[in-house]
Each structure stands twice: as structure tokens, then as C-alpha cells.
């Protein structure tokens, strides 16, 4: 079963700075594209970040660009985003996401794996 465990997650202060980690269990991991999608209460699940699988394509949100930074480590299997300088609306679960593709698109459904999430709250 393919397996997606999001960690790092926290309360910060506005300003602050996390760093989420992916653990996958994909033994192809190295071939997929992996990203991070976030959902705060009552909205709709919105794109953060991706990347593909030889990091030479990354792709990120308007909202975020400049603040965070993904990246990937494909011997341990494993996908970060670095979360700098937080704001309150960046306050949401964070999913860790792959696939088996070319592109990084921006919508949910274009994502077989997803992990279970990670909460992120940062306080003003």
C-alpha cells in the first residue's frame, strides 16, 4: 500500500519558520512528481508547491512564492517544504501529494497519493 506521512507541523508566531517532511513508502518514489496542497477549514484544498522527479521543474503558489521552498531528497524518499517567515493565512493542513507524471498541476484530483495531513497554525 502506498503510504504518504506528512510531519513537522506546529503552532509558530506570524514571522516564523517550520519545516514540513514527507516520508513515502513508494519504491518508484524517485520517478514521481510529489507537491504539497493545504486546506484551511470550510475552504477548498489549494496547491502550495511541486516538484518533479529530478527537481528540475518546481512549480509554486502566487500566495507562498518567495516564503517557502520545496525540495526533495529521492534516497530517503522524502519531500520538505521549508516554511519561512509564516503569516495567519497560512494557517491549514498541509497534504503531502505524488504521482506518476510529467507535470505539476495545481489541482487535487490530478493526485493519486495523498497523505494524511499535517496542521499548521500560525497565530498573530
Known amino acids: 500500500q502506498v503510504q504518504l506521512v506528512e510531519s513537522g507541523g506546529g503552532l509558530v508566531q506570524a514571522g516564523g519558520s517550520l519545516r514540513l517532511s514527507c516520508a513515502a513508502s513508494?519504491?518508484?518514489?524517485?520517478?514521481?512528481?510529489v507537491g504539497w496542497f493545504r486546506q484551511a477549514p470550510g475552504k477548498e484544498r489549494e496547491f502550495v508547491a511541486g516538484?518533479?522527479?529530478?527537481?528540475?521543474?518546481?512549480n509554486y503558489a502566487d500566495s507562498i512564492k518567495g516564503r517557502f521552498t520545496i525540495s526533495r531528497n529521492n534516497a530517503k524518499r522524502a519531500v520538505y517544504l521549508q516554511m519561512n517567515s509564516l503569516k495567519p493565512e497560512d494557517t491549514a493542513v498541509y497534504f503531502c501529494?505524488?504521482?506518476?507524471?510529467?507535470?505539476?498541476?495545481?489541482?487535487?484530483?490530478?493526485?493519486?497519493?495523498w497523505g494524511q495531513g499535517t496542521q499548521v497554525t500560525v497565530s498573530s
Open positions: 501529494v505524488a504521482d506518476s507524471m510529467a507535470a505539476i498541476p495545481a489541482t487535487p484530483r490530478s493526485y493519486d497519493y
Open positions: 513508494l519504491q518508484t518514489f524517485n520517478l514521481y512528481t
Open positions: 516538484i518533479s522527479w529530478s527537481s528540475g521543474s518546481i
